[in-house]
């Protein structure tokens, strides 16, 4: 490629002139009590290898045996994916040499993976309106997670050319589930929100069915993004993945910046490598790891020291009857409840607002005003901190107290937006920050009146005005009282004093 | 069966517990009377790799210490032990033979062990085996072989070959073996002692170093069918912490063998283990055997086992694939022997270090064996292949049992051979299993047990017993009635004639 092609094309101009098609691997630590294959405790943060035993440490002679739960959990995940679930499979060992690996080789599934074949609908937000895009599942299965290294001294925090490396192997055999798509092809420009709302609409389904909180920010879920790109009408290009995808936000910046990368190779005449990229958070991109042609050969084989699973068609059942109501049933009902569009509701979703609106309506608070603050006030103040909406200490209990306390005239709007920035600031909750910040409506008319007649006192002529009938004229004397009153006050209800204090009334 | 004489460590096990239980001698006696054994002659045997008479003697005294309380005592209370060096003790050294794990102590009971202490056996020490249980002769030890006691210039077999030796070396009258090919049996047989390798999932492996997890089984050992018996009925039964232990009642071994009956049983002999070249001693001992059964009343049938040719092969390509798996941990990172940590080698140069230091010959082989069976584009032809051979290998064993209740071979092709004879062919050494591999891959439980010395050397013979999965009960009906039939004749057990050390 020579030095003066442009390394990347602008997203939209790529897909101009290339077809996408990715694939995603999303990972999800369960949230089972314990591990994978033994009793030891799940909880994040404990101080390092101090949830270990001798079967997840793989010490000699020790054996795995299956937690139930995550088996169960597995199941109703596949179920809501519209999977088939096998009547007989296997765990299977894949076998390579890593620190993190306490056996050197990780239980997995492999070729009888527990359920495949289904399907999951994510809705997309277009020009034209919401469009619903089906990815298909290709399989969901379990295996367990490896330790956690921490590479110390060298420059790049990768264990080549450190000094010396942890390892914390409380996450080693903490339960995860891998779920794989089939590719999906025809996104077209909207191939980046699509893997974004993918994973977005996984996220909901596994916190509704109670399998996993799903902390992207511990980690505990993380994607492997699959993208190819081809000249419309030619067979599907070859394709990179990009690990180390680790955020709703990553997954669509990953998904933009391998298109722009690979649309100006091939514009080029180059070729596109088959390899494993690593994404780096902080400049959204991925920089080349290890090309695919030097792959390891995993040598997998079902695990000898584990029996095979055959879930009886009962149990399989009262798995079923077990799921929740799922997270796009639940939006349709909600469109209807809240007489809304699919397109207000993506709004809310999008803003990963869905539950926290829902809450906030059931604590009495009107749908529009509930959808206000969570996808304005709030969101905003969120993305400011870099977290998710429900790490906010806003609760749907400080909405209805502030809505109520608007709806009797003790706030007004811009008073209850300063009430939430106090609570957000930790000043405690709403009655407290609007003691400590003397944030009450003046609601006193012996004072609004006094403020009315300064304001008057200073501009004669306009207060001629509007007793001359002018009484569009009120709106420069009611701004100076809002004024003298730091917006403490209730600007409908100086409007009405002032009125009746010059003896007109509204045209 | 009493054994005259007032040596403890020539009794039996029953007899040694009956005698703790009556108070006629105690546990700390019979306990510092095997010690004493091991003092003078393993040093010649090298049956042992570790013995902690201090814990040994330990165990002991609390054993009297609760007859002195009136409590009620095991089968087996304060009976010594000789434990084989793979399977995990807490605190002792376990090193499976191998440099790898040579200072490894770990800190957790196998599930053996923690039956074994419940039944109040005292644990003597660990013994020697091949390492990582690879290879039939203990020459495959990292802290060199075991000697027979019928031969101290001969192999005791393997990788049991420790364990077999402590007993025929009267240094324990229970040991611990394990048995994937059948590293219980053909030590058994060529030491003149009994084995019993129970039915896949009978006994559970959780701490037993895996070699390969679809064979390996733990077992007892003893002199006497009724010593393996009572030893079998403490070691078996369901573990939840395996998940391949069979949740069933265990076999009545124990009343079998105190039935030793088989008047009206058929016993077939397989065909494709007919004594074809084996050893004529060995051939003629095993004719020898069955017109003894036939004697006492069973009726003595062929059957054919076609797909037994094929086991030999099947069982290299499945040992290795999962031995090179297991043996993966063995890197240097968490335990064991480490190499090159220097701080100018490469986490990857240093688990490549210590793996080419740690592992033995064998190991290596077997490890190379199972990385390329196992390897992508060649796992249908090899691994494939085999596991498909073993499902037919599990049929004729299922037509066999429609036919007859056990089956019976010699249980090895020759007597103990030479040390240094066989160790750098191993396709001969390979070959000393043929008879008992078959059992292994199906998971069905056999015995060997000894009939008789082989003319031409001098040397025991062992006979094997195969029965159905579940029906361990059937080895021992039929190993004591030959072994009565035998002490009848004879007027002592085999292990008698072994010569003094
Ligand atoms: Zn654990």
């Given at each position: 490629?020579?030095?003066?092609?442009?390394?990347?094309?602008?997203?939209?101009?790529?897909?101009?002139?290339?077809?996408?098609?990715?694939?995603?691997?999303?990972?999800?630590?369960?949230?089972?009590?314990?591990?994978?294959?033994?009793?030891?405790?799940?909880?994040?943060?404990?101080?390092?290898?101090?949830?270990?035993?001798?079967?997840?440490?793989?010490?000699?002679?020790?054996?795995?045996?299956?937690?139930?739960?995550?088996?169960?959990?597995?199941?109703?995940?596949?179920?809501?994916?519209?999977?088939?679930?096998?009547?007989?499979?296997?765990?299977?060992?894949?076998?390579?040499?890593?620190?993190?690996?306490?056996?050197?080789?990780?239980?997995?599934?492999?070729?009888?993976?527990?359920?495949?074949?289904?399907?999951?609908?994510?809705?997309?937000?277009?020009?034209?309106?919401?469009?619903?895009?089906?990815?298909?599942?290709?399989?969901?299965?379990?295996?367990?997670?490896?330790?956690?290294?921490?590479?110390?001294?060298?420059?790049?925090?990768?264990?080549?050319?450190?000094?010396?490396?942890?390892?914390?192997?409380?996450?080693?055999?903490?339960?995860?589930?891998?779920?794989?798509?089939?590719?999906?092809?025809?996104?077209?420009?909207?191939?980046?929100?699509?893997?974004?709302?993918?994973?977005?609409?996984?996220?909901?389904?596994?916190?509704?069915?109670?399998?996993?909180?799903?902390?992207?920010?511990?980690?505990?879920?993380?994607?492997?993004?699959?993208?190819?790109?081809?000249?419309?009408?030619?067979?599907?290009?070859?394709?990179?993945?990009?690990?180390?995808?680790?955020?709703?936000?990553?997954?669509?910046?990953?998904?933009?910046?391998?298109?722009?990368?690979?649309?100006?190779?091939?514009?080029?005449?180059?070729?596109?490598?088959?390899?494993?990229?690593?994404?780096?958070?902080?400049?959204?991109?991925?920089?080349?790891?290890?090309?695919?042609?030097?792959?390891?050969?995993?040598?997998?084989?079902?695990?000898?020291?584990?029996?095979?699973?055959?879930?009886?068609?009962?149990?399989?059942?009262?798995?079923?009857?077990?799921?929740?109501?799922?997270?796009?049933?639940?939006?349709?009902?909600?469109?209807?409840?809240?007489?809304?569009?699919?397109?207000?509701?993506?709004?809310?979703?999008?803003?990963?607002?869905?539950?926290?609106?829902?809450?906030?309506?059931?604590?009495?608070?009107?749908?529009?005003?509930?959808?206000?603050?969570?996808?304005?006030?709030?969101?905003?103040?969120?993305?400011?901190?870099?977290?998710?909406?429900?790490?906010?200490?806003?609760?749907?209990?400080?909405?209805?107290?502030?809505?109520?306390?608007?709806?009797?005239?003790?706030?007004?709007?811009?008073?209850?937006?300063?009430?939430?920035?106090?609570?957000?600031?930790?000043?405690?909750?709403?009655?407290?920050?609007?003691?400590?910040?003397?944030?009450?409506?003046?609601?006193?008319?012996?004072?609004?009146?006094?403020?009315?007649?300064?304001?008057?006192?200073?501009?004669?002529?306009?207060?001629?005005?509007?007793?001359?009938?002018?009484?569009?004229?009120?709106?420069?004397?009611?701004?100076?009282?809002?004024?003298?009153?730091?917006?403490?006050?209730?600007?409908?209800?100086?409007?009405?004093?002032?009125?009746?204090?010059?003896?007109?009334?509204?045209? | 069966?009493?054994?005259?004489?007032?040596?403890?460590?020539?009794?039996?096990?029953?007899?040694?517990?009956?005698?703790?239980?009556?108070?006629?001698?105690?546990?700390?006696?019979?306990?510092?009377?095997?010690?004493?054994?091991?003092?003078?002659?393993?040093?010649?045997?090298?049956?042992?790799?570790?013995?902690?008479?201090?814990?040994?003697?330990?165990?002991?005294?609390?054993?009297?210490?609760?007859r002195s309380a009136g409590e009620v005592l095991?089968?087996?209370?304060?009976?010594?032990?000789?434990?084989?060096?793979?399977?995990?003790?807490?605190?002792?050294?376990?090193?499976?033979?191998?440099?790898?794990?040579?200072?490894?102590?770990?800190?957790?009971?196998?599930?053996?062990?923690?039956?074994?202490?419940?039944?109040?056996?005292?644990?003597?020490?660990?013994?020697?085996?091949?390492?990582?249980?690879?290879?039939?002769?203990?020459?495959?030890?990292?802290?060199?072989?075991?000697?027979?006691?019928?031969?101290?210039?001969?192999?005791?077999?393997?990788?049991?070959?420790?364990?077999?030796?402590?007993?025929?070396?009267?240094?324990?009258?229970?040991?611990?073996?394990?048995?994937?090919?059948?590293?219980?049996?053909?030590?058994?047989?060529?030491?003149?002692?009994?084995?019993?390798?129970?039915?896949?999932?009978?006994?559970?492996?959780?701490?037993?170093?895996?070699?390969?997890?679809?064979?390996?089984?733990?077992?007892?050992?003893?002199?006497t069918v009724m010593d393996t018996a009572l030893?079998?009925?403490?070691?078996?039964?369901?573990?939840?912490?395996?998940?391949?232990?069979?949740?069933?009642?265990?076999?009545?071994?124990?009343?079998?063998?105190?039935?030793a009956d088989v008047r009206g049983m058929r016993?077939?002999?397989?065909?494709?283990?007919?004594?074809?070249?084996?050893?004529?001693?060995?051939?003629?001992?095993?004719?020898?055997?069955?017109?003894?059964?036939?004697?006492?009343?069973?009726?003595?049938?062929?059957?054919?086992?076609?797909?037994?040719?094929?086991?030999?092969?099947?069982?290299?390509?499945?040992?290795?694939?999962?031995?090179?798996?297991?043996?993966?941990?063995?890197?240097?990172?968490?335990?064991?022997?480490?190499?090159?940590?220097?701080?100018?080698?490469?986490?990857?140069?240093?688990?490549?270090?210590?793996?080419?230091?740690?592992?033995?010959?064998?190991?290596?082989?077997?490890?190379?064996?199972?990385?390329?069976?196992?390897?992508?584009?060649?796992?249908?032809?090899?691994?494939?292949?085999?596991?498909?051979?073993?499902?037919?290998?599990?049929?004729?064993?299922?037509?066999?049992?429609?036919?007859?209740?056990?089956?019976?071979?010699?249980?090895?092709?020759?007597?103990?051979?030479?040390?240094?004879?066989?160790?750098?062919?191993?396709?001969?050494?390979?070959?000393?299993?043929?008879?008992?591999?078959?059992?292994?891959?199906?998971?069905?439980?056999?015995?060997?047990?000894?009939?008789?010395?082989?003319?031409?050397?001098?040397?025991?013979?062992?006979?094997?017993?195969?029965?159905?999965?579940?029906?361990?009960?059937?080895?021992?009906?039929?190993?004591?009635?030959?072994?009565?039939?035998?002490?009848?004749?004879?007027?002592?057990?085999?292990?008698?004639?072994?010569?003094?050390?």
């Amino acid at each position: 490629m020579s030095t003066a092609m442009p390394e990347t094309i602008p997203y939209d101009e790529a897909l101009n002139l290339f077809e996408p098609v990715f694939g995603l691997e999303v990972h999800v630590e369960m949230g089972t009590n314990s591990k994978m294959f033994c009793g030891c405790p799940t909880a994040f943060g404990g101080e390092p290898n101090t949830q270990v035993c001798p079967v997840c440490l793989g010490l000699p002679g020790s054996m795995p045996v299956v937690n139930r739960t995550a088996v169960e959990s597995t199941i109703r995940i596949g179920l809501a994916l519209n999977c088939t679930i096998a009547e007989w499979c296997r765990f299977a060992r894949k076998n390579y040499f890593y620190p993190d690996m306490p056996k050197d080789y990780q239980i997995s599934q492999y070729d009888e993976p527990l359920c495949s074949n289904g399907y999951l609908d994510v809705t997309v937000a277009t020009a034209e309106g919401p469009k619903v895009v089906r990815v298909e599942i290709e399989r969901v299965h379990m295996e367990e997670d490896t330790g956690k290294l921490t590479h110390t001294g060298g420059a790049t925090g990768r264990i080549h050319g450190a000094d010396y490396s942890l390892v914390d192997y409380n996450r080693a055999g903490i339960p995860l589930i891998e779920i794989v798509t089939k590719p999906v092809a025809g996104a077209g420009h909207l191939v980046a929100d699509v893997a974004k709302a993918y994973v977005a609409e996984l996220r909901d389904l596994m916190r509704a069915l109670g399998v996993s909180d799903v902390r992207m920010e511990e980690g505990s879920l993380r994607c492997d993004v699959n993208l190819s790109l081809n000249k419309p009408g030619s067979p599907m290009g070859t394709r990179s993945e990009t690990k180390n995808v680790n955020s709703l936000r990553s997954v669509e910046r990953a998904v933009r910046s391998e298109v722009e990368r690979q649309s100006a190779l091939l514009t080029a005449g180059g070729r596109v490598v088959q390899e494993t990229r690593h994404f780096h958070e902080d400049i959204g991109r991925s920089t080349s790891g290890r090309s695919k042609e030097q792959a390891e050969d995993y040598r997998y084989f079902p695990e000898p020291d584990l029996v095979p699973i055959a879930p009886s068609a009962v149990w399989i059942d009262e798995l079923r009857s077990t799921l929740p109501e799922l997270p796009s049933a639940k939006r349709s009902r909600l469109e209807a409840e809240w007489g809304i569009t699919p397109f207000e509701l993506a709004t809310v979703v999008n803003a990963g607002a869905l539950d926290l609106v829902e809450e906030t309506i059931e604590a009495g608070v009107e749908s529009a005003a509930a959808r206000k603050w969570w996808t304005g006030e709030l969101l905003r103040s969120a993305n400011d901190q870099g977290i998710e909406l429900a790490d906010l200490p806003v609760t749907p209990a400080h909405i209805a107290r502030v809505e109520a306390l608007v709806a009797d005239g003790s706030l007004n709007d811009k008073l209850a937006r300063q009430v939430f920035e106090g609570v957000i600031a930790g000043e405690g909750d709403v009655d407290e920050v609007i003691a400590s910040r003397g944030l009450a409506v003046v609601s006193d008319d012996t004072a609004l009146l006094a403020a009315i007649d300064e304001a008057l006192v200073a501009q004669p002529d306009v207060a001629e005005k509007i007793r001359s009938g002018k009484v569009q004229a009120a709106g420069a004397i009611v701004g100076a009282v809002m004024k003298s009153t730091r917006g403490q006050a209730d600007a409908a209800k100086v409007r009405a004093l002032l009125l009746e204090r010059l003896g007109v009334t509204d045209a | 069966m009493p054994i005259t004489g007032s040596d403890l460590t020539r009794q039996t096990a029953a007899v040694l517990a009956e005698a703790i239980r009556t108070g006629e001698a105690s546990a700390v006696e019979v306990t510092q009377a095997h010690l004493d054994r091991i003092s003078s002659v393993d040093d010649r045997v090298h049956a042992f790799l570790y013995v902690d008479a201090e814990a040994a003697i330990d165990s002991a005294r609390s054993v009297d210490a609760k007859r002195s309380a009136g409590e009620v005592l095991g089968p087996l209370a304060g009976v010594p032990l000789a434990l084989k060096d793979v399977l995990t003790m807490r605190g002792v050294p376990t090193t499976c033979g191998s440099r790898m794990l040579e200072n490894w102590r770990p800190p957790y009971d196998s599930s053996v062990v923690e039956r074994l202490r419940a039944a109040d056996i005292v644990i003597l020490g660990k013994t020697n085996m091949d390492e990582f249980a690879m290879g039939s002769s203990t020459e495959h030890s990292a802290y060199g072989p075991s000697h027979n006691p019928w031969d101290l210039d001969r192999i005791p077999g393997g990788s049991g070959g420790g364990s077999a030796a402590a007993l025929a070396a009267f240094e324990a009258p229970l040991a611990i073996g394990t048995d994937t090919g059948g590293s219980i049996r053909q030590p058994a047989a060529v030491t003149g002692t009994v084995g019993v390798k129970p039915t896949y999932g009978g006994v559970p492996r959780y701490g037993l170093v895996a070699l390969a997890s679809s064979l390996d089984q733990a077992g007892p050992c003893a002199r006497t069918v009724m010593d393996t018996a009572l030893l079998h009925s403490i070691i078996a039964g369901y573990d939840p912490r395996d998940s391949t232990s069979i949740n069933a009642p265990v076999p009545n071994v124990v009343a079998a063998a105190a039935k030793a009956d088989v008047r009206g049983m058929r016993i077939g002999i397989v065909a494709e283990l007919n004594g074809e070249g084996y050893q004529a001693g060995v051939a003629q001992r095993f004719r020898e055997s069955l017109a003894i059964l036939e004697h006492l009343g069973a009726e003595i049938v062929e059957v054919g086992c076609p797909s037994f040719e094929y086991a030999l092969g099947a069982y290299y390509l499945i040992l290795p694939s999962e031995a090179s798996s297991n043996l993966a941990r063995f890197d240097g990172m968490r335990y064991g022997l480490r190499v090159g940590d220097d701080g100018s080698h490469s986490v990857e140069q240093v688990m490549s270090l210590t793996r080419e230091a740690g592992f033995g010959a064998e190991v290596k082989r077997r490890i190379m064996l199972g990385t390329y069976a196992l390897s992508s584009g060649y796992y249908d032809a090899y691994y494939g292949s085999a596991q498909k051979v073993r499902t037919l290998i599990m049929r004729d064993f299922a037509s066999a049992f429609e036919s007859v209740d056990v089956l019976v071979s010699p249980t090895a092709p020759t007597t103990a051979f030479k040390i240094g004879e066989k160790v750098d062919d191993p396709l001969a050494m390979y070959l000393n299993d043929i008879a008992t591999i078959p059992v292994n891959l199906a998971g069905n439980a056999a015995m060997s047990l000894p009939v008789g010395l082989a003319p031409e050397d001098g040397l025991p013979v062992g006979f094997q017993i195969m029965a159905p999965p579940m029906a361990d009960d059937r080895l021992y009906l039929v190993g004591a009635a030959l072994e009565s039939a035998l002490y009848d004749q004879w007027g002592h057990l085999l292990i008698e004639e072994a010569p003094a050390l």
